[in-house]
Structure formats: structure tokens, C-alpha cells
T-cell receptor, first 114, second 114 residues
Framework: DVKVTQSSRYLVKRTGEKVFLECVQD?????MFWYRQDPGLGLRLIYF???????EKGDIPEGYSVSREKKERFSLILESASTNQTSMYLC?????????????FGQGTRLTVV | GENVEQHPSTLSVQEGDSAVIKCTYS??????FPWYKQELGKRPQLIID?????GEKKDQRIAVTLNKTAKHFSLHITETQPEDSAVYFC?????????????FGRGTSLIVHP
């Protein structure tokens, strides 16, 4: 059973703080993703990584960075948190292969920036 | 990049009715089309998927159809039940960067009234 685990379920941070969101998966998946979920906007891709130390910008990377030092761990970093980054953040992972495969999601981190 | 449009944003049906959710995509190279269900407060989970070499797939009360020429695909739920109430996301997955990445629609909130 695939497990994708996010380090926090709820976070409250102050404007200007540096924020780290951590995600760990235990199924040796190559792909890892960070999505942001807002009502009416669906799941928007922030960054993804298909290998250790590899990262690619998604559709809304501004204000975010990522780190993938180990295959199982993918971190999202908010360099200087702002109130418009208040949102639900979802991590996901999937296999890389000739055939696309499903993405497995973490439970989400609801971040509030005050 | 890929763009996925999903309609309707909200769908309200009576128990026992059918529900249909429609999605269109823009990138003809996309080859994998998963559907995810997200219950309130939970993570999105795959309920059915279809690959570009298949026109239709069924799993009990749910079915998905794909029209590659028109670049649209649909989710059909028959004999809806209250436990089908959730947000449903379609996705189109194609090559991006060094891997295959899903792009999601904005979601459909399905409400099944007992």
C-alpha cells in the first residue's frame, strides 16, 4: 500500500517567514509533485521532480522553491511567506515508465499565512 | 503546455440518477486520462483511468469514454448513491520536462440527494 506522508496537517505562519513543507513516499517512485488546491481552481502544479536533485517548474512556481536530496523526500519551500500563499498544499508521487501511472496523494497541508 | 477544461463545476442529482462530467484537453500528445475522487477532508484517490488506445472503460457503476479526435473525455456514474457525493477531478497526462505529468481540471462538486 503506497504511502505519501506530509509532515504537517495544519500550519500557521507569519508573513515573511521561510516555510518548509515536507513530503515522504515509501514506494520508490521517481516522480514527485507539489500541487496547490484552491476552491474553484482545482489542483495547480507548483513544481515537480522526476529524479533526485532534478526539479522542473510547474504552472505556478513564483514564490516557491523545492528540494529533492533523496528519492523518497520532496520539500516545498516558501522563501518569504505571503498571505496569498494561504492554501491547501498536496504532495503526490508516481512511477516513471513507458506507460503513465496514477498519482498517489498525501493527506494535504493546510497553510495559513497571517 | 496542457490545458484541461472541466464542466460542470457543480452537479446536483437525485439518488438513482446518472451523472456525467465532461473534460476537454488541448495537447494531442497526452495519452493517459485518470479521474480522481476527493471526499470532504480527504486526499484525491484514483477511481478510474483510460489510456489513449482505448475508447471506453467500465468498472461497475462508473465508466469513462475518450474521443481522441475531439480531445474530450467523460465520466459517467450510473445509479448514483449519497456516498458518491464528492469533488471529482479529471486529468490529462503527457510528456513534460523529463517525465509524464498530469494536468488537472478545476473539479466538479457532485451532490447526490437521498
Amino acid at each position: 500500500d503506497v504511502k505519501v506522508t506530509q509532515s504537517s496537517r495544519y500550519l500557521v505562519k507569519r508573513t515573511g517567514e521561510k516555510v518548509f513543507l515536507e513530503c515522504v513516499q515509501d514506494m520508490d517512485h521517481e516522480n514527485m509533485f507539489w500541487y496547490r488546491q484552491d476552491p474553484g481552481l482545482g489542483l495547480r502544479l507548483i513544481y515537480f521532480s522526476y529524479d533526485v536533485k532534478m526539479k522542473e517548474k510547474g504552472d505556478i512556481p513564483e514564490g516557491y522553491s523545492v528540494s529533492r536530496e533523496k528519492k523518497e523526500r520532496f520539500s516545498l519551500i516558501l522563501e518569504s511567506a505571503s498571505t496569498n500563499q494561504t492554501s491547501m498544499y498536496l504532495c503526490a508521487s508516481s512511477l516513471v515508465g513507458v506507460l503513465n501511472t496514477e498519482a498517489f496523494f498525501g493527506q494535504g497541508t493546510r497553510l495559513t499565512v497571517v | 503546455g496542457e490545458n484541461v477544461e472541466q464542466h460542470p463545476s457543480t452537479l446536483s442529482v437525485q439518488e438513482g440518477d446518472s451523472a456525467v462530467i465532461k473534460c476537454t484537453y488541448s495537447d494531442s500528445a497526452s495519452n493517459y486520462f485518470p479521474w480522481y475522487k476527493q471526499e470532504l477532508g480527504k486526499r484525491p484517490q484514483l477511481i478510474i483511468d483510460i489510456r489513449s488506445n482505448v475508447g471506453e472503460k467500465k468498472d461497475q457503476r462508473i465508466a469513462v469514454t475518450l474521443n481522441k479526435t475531439a480531445k474530450h473525455f467523460s465520466l459517467h456514474i450510473t445509479e448514483t448513491q449519497p456516498e458518491d457525493s464528492a469533488v471529482y477531478f479529471c486529468a490529462a497526462s503527457g510528456a513534460r520536462g523529463g517525465s509524464y505529468i498530469p494536468t488537472f481540471g478545476r473539479g466538479t462538486s457532485l451532490i447526490v440527494h437521498p
